[in-house]
């Protein structure tokens, strides 16, 4: 049974229908028709529509879906991993990127879990009581987790991001609900102002200042307003070091047009983190600007650790500190008697 609803659902995303005899069998009606002779179409014709998959946050629901429906163990390369996904389902949003990565943050202020957006929509958009039921607080509350209720307001956020962005691009107010001629679900998903302004096939990568982009062959890019020449890695610091410690060190520093210098933290383990720049504008001439600024406050406080730049790190596969998890079937080895180390909290 689950079986054939994950198939369904992979079809359906890949515009297309059964195209060999274990498909037709696992997607017919009644056991005559599984039964029945099949025969291979003479002629592959062009895929139909494909639907979108909207999910929030849905990276690890993605790789959990693949152990279970595709491959036992994922694929030893994150590069395969990321062809097998988008293979099942090649039109995907997240609305959890969308929100944080291509919306303005003023808006959300770094709020930006399920609840908290479709909040947003029910508050910021009235008319669409008429669509989607209003969730109070107290229902949201008990229901959040369960997977139909999950699906519904995956959805309410996504319509609310869709129109919001929109909105944003054209500088204007278009017209909501029913009445409204928009609708990102039937864009051309080839469409590059698609992906450039609602992150098309982008996931949002928890605990890292990566975003994962199913459409590139390469390195995944830095999510928005870091470069990779600007972020650095300090590894070797003494395990005693806080989140604390870090923000006094690159706090107050400004460029030389007394512009503060803003940074992210994101801790790796108990004795590696990353620290960056981050730009509003993609400027790069201040990313090296700033990026020399914060290498030189890291190394003057870390004079003792490895300090280098996540440029310098790049060797064509995906970035080790990160290992999904350890989710790749390529595991780290560990001694007998080992723990892992405990990846810290990203600075809120």
């Not at 992150?199 to 994962?212: D, I, Q, R």
Request: proline residues 4%; charged residues 20%.
């Amino acid at each position: 049974g689950l079986w054939r609803i994950f198939l369904s659902v992979v079809l359906a995303c890949n515009g297309r229908s059964a195209t060999n005899q274990a498909e037709h069998m696992a997607m017919s009606s009644s056991v005559g028709d599984a039964l029945g002779e099949w025969k291979q179409p003479d002629a592959v014709g062009e895929p139909g529509r494909k639907i979108p998959l909207v999910v929030h946050n849905g990276l690890q629901d993605l790789l959990f879906l693949m152990t279970h429906f595709q491959k036992a163990a994922l694929p030893e390369s994150w590069f395969d991993c990321k062809a097998l996904i988008h293979c099942c389902f090649p039109v995907i949003y997240d609305t959890k990127l969308m929100a944080t990565e291509y919306c303005n943050r003023d808006i959300f202020r770094g709020c930006t879990h399920l609840a908290a957006l479709t909040d947003f929509a029910m508050s910021h958009y009235p008319q669409w009581k008429r669509v989607f039921t209003y969730i109070s607080p107290e229902k949201m509350g008990e229901q959040q987790h369960d997977a139909g209720f999950d699906s519904y307001c995956t959805g309410v956020a996504f319509y609310a991001l869709t129109m919001l962005i929109h909105q944003t691009i054209n500088e204007t107010v278009p017209a909501m609900g029913g009445d409204s001629t928009f609708a990102l679900w039937n864009c051309n998903p080839d469409d590059e102002d698609v992906k450039w302004n609602f992150g098309l096939n982008k996931l949002y990568f928890h605990l890292s200042p990566y975003t994962v982009d199913l459409d590139e062959v390469g390195l995944d890019p830095l999510s928005r307003g870091m470069s990779h020449n600007s972020t650095f890695v300090v590894e070797g610091i003494d395990s005693s070091v806080a989140t604390r410690d870090i923000v006094r060190c690159l706090s107050g520093l400004t460029d030389s047009s007394r512009t503060p210098v803003n940074f992210d933290i994101i801790w790796v383990d108990d004795v590696k983190f990353i620290a960056g720049a981050m730009l509003v504008t993609q400027d790069t001439a201040r990313y090296h600007e700033h990026g020399q600024i914060i290498l030189k406050a890291l190394k003057t406080r870390f004079s003792r650790a490895n300090v280098f730049s996540l440029s310098a790190q790049h060797s064509g596969e995906a970035p080790s500190v990160w290992n999904l998890w350890g989710l790749l079937s390529k595991k780290r080895s560990m001694n007998e008697g080992d723990e892992r180390q405990t990846k810290r909290r990203k600075l809120a």
